[in-house]
């Protein structure tokens, strides 16, 4: 039988997959509209510190932050529970993309309140 993503991950593991795909492509879209085109000096020190001060760019960067993570390592646990290997240690690679999951969104959302 031909194996893909679709096989590999558990009903919701797929559509937060692809929930979180999609949002991305909006999420990218804005950071990179604020960051390049909103303004010359958008990139300058005084601006960063003086958006990052702001609660509803935290917040949006916290959600961004959680829509990455998790695309990225599913999609990394995908990848894996795709081969001969990881189908065999399914619980190990579970666990650790979930830890890392949890540790980027943790981690980003302490720095996000510490600035
Ligand atoms: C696919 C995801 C992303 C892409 C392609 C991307 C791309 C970029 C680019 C091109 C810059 C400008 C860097 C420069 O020219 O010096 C930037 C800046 C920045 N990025 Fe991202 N980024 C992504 C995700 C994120 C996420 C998830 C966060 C936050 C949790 C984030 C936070 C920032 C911050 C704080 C800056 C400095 C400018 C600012 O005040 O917004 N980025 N990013």
């Not at 190990?92 to 959302?109: D, H, S």
């Amino acid at each position: 039988m031909a194996m893909h993503t679709r096989s590999v991950l558990e009903p919701f593991g797929w559509i937060f997959q692809m929930i979180t795909g999609i949002l991305l492509l909006g999420f990218v879209l804005f950071h990179l509209y604020i960051t390049h085109l909103s303004s010359h000096e958008a990139l300058s020190y005084e601006q960063v510190v003086l958006r990052l001060s702001d609660p509803t760019i935290k917040a949006f960067y916290w959600i961004f932050l959680i829509a990455v993570a998790f695309h990225a390592f599913n999609g990394l646990r995908a990848i894996i529970l795709d081969t001969d290997f990881g189908g065999r240690n399914a619980r190990a690679v579970n666990a650790i993309t979930m830890l890392l999951f949890l540790a980027a969104t943790a981690y980003g959302g302490l720095l996000l309140i510490a600035i």
